[in-house]
């Protein structure tokens, strides 16, 4: 069965404390990996697309990794405002056009 | 264009009732998805429009929910006899093709079935 795992479930930084997010897959033929920012009572916010290993992609103190189990989220010196849960969803395309997404990681940034 | 919109925003209904919500897609964008959320869960996929033909259903999308997207643009989603279960974020997503960059999805109807 197609899952997506993510962790931690929750993770607290200081302001200025860096760290990652994990969200591994066992996907096969994977074929576009998502990132989303999800604030509470909202939908979730787009963030990056990643499809294949070895790709990167940078926003501002975001930057997204892909290989092929598994795709990291960086944060670099984190701001409050950062604080959210972070979903990450992949799509494997051919009978299917869904996005299977992971549980998040609820992030918290004191300042 | 201000992206996705759902409405509601919130909907309370008594157990048994039926409800129904609407999601206006970004006009350029042809393919549309509707998802459910329940707490602390990533957002579950129910279908897929591409135009006005539903494309792809969920086994999640028992037959007392419908959707449909009369003409390719807004689409509704009824839930007839809801029960305490349907309680969830009903979230609505509209792309210009399938894994494309920038799923964008409106902010959510909120279910509380009592």
């Known amino acids: 069965e197609d899952q997506v795992t993510q962790s931690p479930e929750a993770l607290r930084l200081q302001e200025g404390e860096s760290s990652s997010l994990n969200c591994s897959y066992t996907?096969?033929?994977?074929?576009?990996l998502f990132w989303y920012r999800q604030d509470p009572g909202k939908g979730p916010e787009f963030l990056f697309t990643l499809y294949s290993a070895g790709e990167e992609k940078e926003k501002e103190r975001l930057k997204a990794t892909l290989t092929k189990k598994e795709s990291f989220l960086h944060i670099t010196a984190p701001k409050p405002e950062d604080s959210a849960t972070y979903l990450c969803a992949v799509f494997y395309g051919g009978a299917t056009n869904k996005l299977i997404f992971g549980t998040g990681t609820l992030l918290a940034v004191q300042p | 264009d201000t992206g996705v919109s759902q409405d509601p925003r919130h909907k309370i209904t008594k157990r048994g009732q039926n409800v129904t919500f609407r999601c206006d897609p970004i006009?350029?964008?042809?393919?549309l998805y509707w998802y459910r959320q329940t707490l602390g869960q990533g957002p579950e996929f129910l279908t897929y429009f591409q135009n006005e033909a539903q494309l792809e259903k969920s086994r999640l999308l028992s037959d007392r929910f419908s959707a449909e997207r009369p003409k390719g643009s807004f689409s509704t989603l009824e839930i007839q006899r809801t029960e305490q279960g349907d309680s969830a974020m009903y979230l609505c997503a509209s792309s210009l093709a399938v894994g494309s960059d920038g799923y964008t999805f409106g902010s959510g109807t909120r279910l509380t079935v009592v």
């Open positions: 996907v096969s033929g994977l074929r576009g």
């Open positions: 006009s350029e964008h042809n393919r």
